[in-house]
């Protein structure tokens, strides 16, 4: 069976208040967003922007919630343009209906008008399925505050995203898994300050009779072993700071990797069926994505990433 290549990113919900909507206090999203979800009767209860202010041509979204047990609200969101979706979506006054069949432009190829991604909210935690179409991240935040305000908490304040705090290294490594391979690089003109890595690196290829030249090594851990994180984190940090390398990319037994620890975002990459090509099988995403949470809010060596409440340690 074919498979398809998906992304889960987590992210940190962050009120936004303002003096028409001020903050609320100790907001257990999946509550509320529950309880919404319970009060919608039909689709255009769970659509965002409302019925009555769609404009044709502008990007909207509609929610499905996903029936499972646990505190945690997981649901698909489907996005769309207004007036573009003919062939594919269709709307009543009760359900949705989504064509299952592929929709062929007069090239023959297969084209989706309605972009599907998986979101699971616990608390202040969001972790979403990355998404093909720019900004649906925060078309989905959006929508989540307005779905709320409307059937629940009309004072809900405004709602962002951010990035989930930066974790120490060592963490980041306990979280995937441990690391499986480390590729570092100097390029041309790099000088490497002396007991580094690559020093090391520059005296073997000076050695070898190559004055002048751009050098990487990768250095992999043994089947179904690991590096040690902190001969590692040394590298990473002969990096960062300039003095032994002038680049790193570390690669974790999940298949996540880094290259930069100030610009790292907690992600994680998965496999999972195709029902065709380029379309994944849901089923196989909302089980990776609840066992993503899972993991984050799992104790290793008495840390944790996100309490079980979903709030950020």
Known sequence: MAKVDRTLLLKRVVQAPSDRFPRVPNLALHTVLGQAFERCETVWDRHYPAKHKIREGHRCVFFKRVNRQGNAVLFHAYSYLAGHTPDQVVFDDIEEQISADPIVNEDGDHKEI????????????????SARVAGSGPLAIRAIRDLVKRHVMPNCPPLDLEDAPTLEFRRMAEIHGGV??????????????????????????????????????????????????????????????????????????????????????????????????????????????????????????DFQLIREDGTFV
Do not use: C, W
């Open 180 to 301: 499986a391979s480390v590729t570092a690089r100097l390029h041309t003109g790099f000088v490497a300050e002396p007991n580094t890595f690559g020093n090391a690196m520059e005296t073997i290829v000076a050695n070898a009779g190559f004055g002048n030249a751009r050098v990487s090594a990768t250095i992999e851990a043994p089947e179904n072993g690991e590096l040690d994180v902190d001969t590692v984190e040394q590298i990473l940090t002969e990096s960062e700071a300039g003095t032994g390398l002038s680049g790193v990319t570390i690669r974790f037994r999940d298949k996540t990797s880094l290259g930069d620890l100030n610009k790292y975002r907690e992600k994680l990459p998965i496999t999972v069926n195709a029902v065709r090509a380029g379309i994944p099988l849901v089923t196989e995403i909302e089980t990776a994505i609840v066992e993503y949470l899972v993991g984050l809010a799992t104790p290793r060596d």
């Open 114 to 129: 309605v972009e599907r991604f998986a979101v699971l909210v616990l608390g202040e935690v969001l972790v979403m399925e």
